[in-house]
């Protein structure tokens, strides 16, 4: 048997803490191996534990979710996936921008937060519906008002040119798929698929694989 996913929870709140954690650890291939209750606490927890996937409240006292997560992916140290109630649009652009890997809502389903953890240590995305296109629609009114940033990022597809095949890879960033399952689907090397999303990443002027995502949503539309 493969070893359990580790999941590092952190959240201000003791009881949002424990409902996560009775979540995921009915799932045998899941194990949490720390809470934090402060952005401080989960990076030093995060440097200490080295966990597979860290659950981040975005809102949190010392140190906040967005800080927090870009201290944790500037380290390299582990895949983030921010837990929110997107009650302010800062935030979301803010952990965008630190190198989130997926956005989840605290009202999530279990099915859905498990799948979200796997899909992120796999190396995909995941992105809430709800999330999503709230942050398409904000993304274009920023960028419809001049404002930069990971806002403005969302909407670079309208002015790129891509090929054929770094669409396809595009549109498959946008569902979220990790490269081995990109690979998958259009046939080509893993090898083959990272050189496409390196060239994609550049036109788009996007630094990370859940901007491309949002960008492909926008192109979508």
């Not at 799932?27 to 990076?43: I, K, M, R, Y």
Request: charged residues 20%; hydrophobic residues 50%; proline residues 3%.
């Amino acid at each position: 048997m493969s070893a359990a996913l580790r999941v590092l929870l952190a959240d201000d709140h003791a009881a949002i803490r424990l409902g996560m954690r009775m979540v995921i650890e009915v799932d045998p291939g899941f194990e949490v191996v720390g809470e934090a209750g402060d952005g401080a606490t989960a990076v030093s927890m995060a440097r200490a534990l080295q966990p597979d996937v860290v659950l981040m409240d975005l809102r949190m006292p010392v140190m906040d979710g967005v800080e927090a997560t870009a201290a944790i992916t500037a380290g390299g140290l582990v895949k983030v996936v921010a837990l929110t109630t997107f009650d302010h649009d800062s935030y979301l652009f803010g952990v965008l921008a630190a190198g989130a890997a997926g956005f989840l809502l605290k009202t999530a389903e279990p099915a859905e937060i498990t799948t979200a953890l796997r899909r992120v240590h796999e190396g995909g995305t995941v992105i809430a519906p709800e999330v999503a296109g709230r942050l398409v629609a904000a993304a274009v009114s920023r960028a419809a008002a001049g404002a930069a940033g990971a806002a403005g990022a969302a909407v670079a597809p309208y002015s790129v040119e891509l090929t054929g095949r770094e669409s396809e890879v595009l549109d498959c960033l946008g569902e979220g798929l990790s490269n081995v399952r990109i690979a998958s689907r259009l046939g080509i090397s893993e090898t083959t698929v990272k050189t496409h999303v390196s060239h994609v990443l550049a036109k788009l002027g996007v630094e990370s694989r859940l901007q491309a995502a949002l960008a492909a949503r926008t192109r979508a539309l």
